[in-house]
């Protein structure tokens, strides 16, 4: 029997009808809040964060080169902008401790409240920055400085909605709901590619480099306020709150869940590496590498890059589709497979002609939304109710850390001196990290 709290000077709640097939309850006060809702606060934070990092990656080809690194060739300067570009990855798991700590002991409003403003500052302020002509190795300073902040802001972001989404979704949907948060992605590149190539088309190279390249941080910078402020509206009301404390979704501290939980965090931060892998090799990475190589005009590759978003976005959803049909392990498995004979003639799609080129681009978004759909999800279910909270947070932290944070540097600087064959090795090594994840978390569920 459900109890309802009431408080003093409140009148007694009159009998209402039953809650309905869309409304999501647990324990014995039953918070009613539709999975549908929660998963517009899902997608509508994960969108405005992927938006944020594709801007940042999309102007380390573009624009810091020039503007940061003028001083070197165009392939060591991309380089350079590749190693600031993992620094805000590096710097995540930092911070989504730090903001456990800051929500145990002030609660999750200034927690996110926290976060906005860093992350505010941290946009903004690369936005003001003066070039390398104009203070030296004091702008090259402050991007890493500022690219580091948003890694903090964006480990304290974390407001849990995806474990509460993962919680509480129907049992024959859970591939489904799964997929919403990862929406975010090829919608968040969809949108900075298609911003970057406006200002591309309509700018001089001149005031592209001078002021243009700013304009997408500003609206970065937007676009994070809103997210943010609607995520917060969301999750400091009461029917949110009930719903997280009963299912008992905690903020712990870094030493427990590690010394408690630690294989989980580890199985799941190389489940999914395949996925994680891929995310840059055909986001940033081609453009990188035909913008050193000069076989293809960059707006021309911009545009096939969007439409690769869109089929990209087609598979996430068709990714829940299968997920509930053959399971989401099955799923990601499978997936890793195909990537793996993707990486095995990426060298000749991405050496050849702009048409191979643009085959690599659209094939790789099509893999990629249908394996990073389920990428998040699969093994954190492992979590006790507990830890899950932030360990899926960590989890995610920890895969972008070891899968992607680093694959656009490796990727261009091992390609540009040992041949594409690298991109190949590369993608292999992830496709057998999360296969053999993904047996060692069968073996020990069989074991349970």
Known sequence: MSTTTQYPGQPAPSPGPSPGPGAISGGTSHAKVAPGEIAVGVVVGRASEYFDFFVFGIACVLVFPKVFFPFEAPLEGTLWAFVIFSFAFIMRPIGTALSMAIQRRFGRATKLTVALFVLGTATVGMAFLPGYNSIGVHAITLLAVFRCLQGL???????????????????????????????????????????????????????????????????????????????????????????????????????????????????GAFAALASYALFHL?????????????????????????????????????????????????????????????????????????????????????????????????VTANFTRRFRYTGAALTSDMAWLVGAAFAPLVALGLSARFGLVAVSVYLLSGVACTLLALRVNKVLETRD
């Open 153 to 267: 802001a964006f480990g304290g972001s974390w407001d849990g909605l995806p474990s509460l989404l993962a919680l509480n979704a129907p049992p024959n949907r859970r591939g489904w709901y799964a997929m919403m948060g990862q929406l975010g992605a090829p919608v968040g590149f969809m949108v900075a590619s298609a911003l970057f190539l406006y200002l591309h088309l309509t700018l001089t190279q001149a005031d592209f480099l001078d002021w243009g390249w700013r304009y997408p941080f500003f609206v970065a910078f937007a676009i994070n306020v809103v997210a943010l402020f609607a995520r917060l509206r969301l999750v400091v009301t009461q029917e949110y709150t009930q719903l997280l404390e009963e299912g008992e979704l905690e903020p712990i501290s870094m030493r427990e869940i590690v010394s408690q939980q630690g294989y989980n965090l580890f199985i």
């Open 282 to 378: 055909v986001t940033v990475f081609p453009l990188s590498w035909i913008a050193v190589s000069g076989t293809q005009q960059i707006s021309d590759v911009l545009v096939v890059q969007i439409i690769g978003a869109v089929i990209g976005i087609l598979g996430t959803i068709a990714s829940g589709w299968l997920a509930d049909r053959i399971g989401r392990r099955t799923t990601l498995g499978l997936l890793a497979m195909l990537i793996g004979v993707f990486a095995v003639v990426a060298p000749w799609l991405l050496g050849g002609g702009p048409k191979a080129q643009d085959a690599f681009i659209l094939i790789g978004f099509a893999l990629l939304g249908l394996s990073y759909g389920q990428a998040s999800g699969t």
